[in-house]
């Protein structure tokens, strides 16, 4: 793979998993999910997995140090 096909593919998916996080994020505030354990439990799960991914993507397509 090349430096410019890292970089696209990196771009095209930390885009969309950023705005997924940032949705978790905003689910995590709302009432009927802080209030309720178990939603609150499920978002917080899907936030951390999706957070695992951004740093595993972060990891193996940074570009390369000069």
Same mark, same amino acid.
């Given at each position: +793979?090349? $430096?410019?096909e890292a970089r696209l593919?990196?771009?095209d998916l930390t885009t $969309?998993?950023?705005s997924l996080i940032?949705?978790?994020?905003?689910l995590?505030? +709302? $009432? @009927?999910v802080a209030g309720d354990p178990a939603a @609150?439990?499920?978002?917080?799960?899907? !936030?951390v997995s999706a957070h695992r991914m951004? !740093?595993?993507i972060d990891q193996r397509l940074r570009p390369? @140090?000069?």
């Open positions: +793979m090349t $430096p410019e593919l990196r771009h $969309p998993l950023t940032g949705f978790l994020e905003l995590e505030d +709302m $009432p @009927s @609150s439990e499920y978002v917080g799960r899907c !936030t951004l !740093t595993l390369p @140090s000069r």
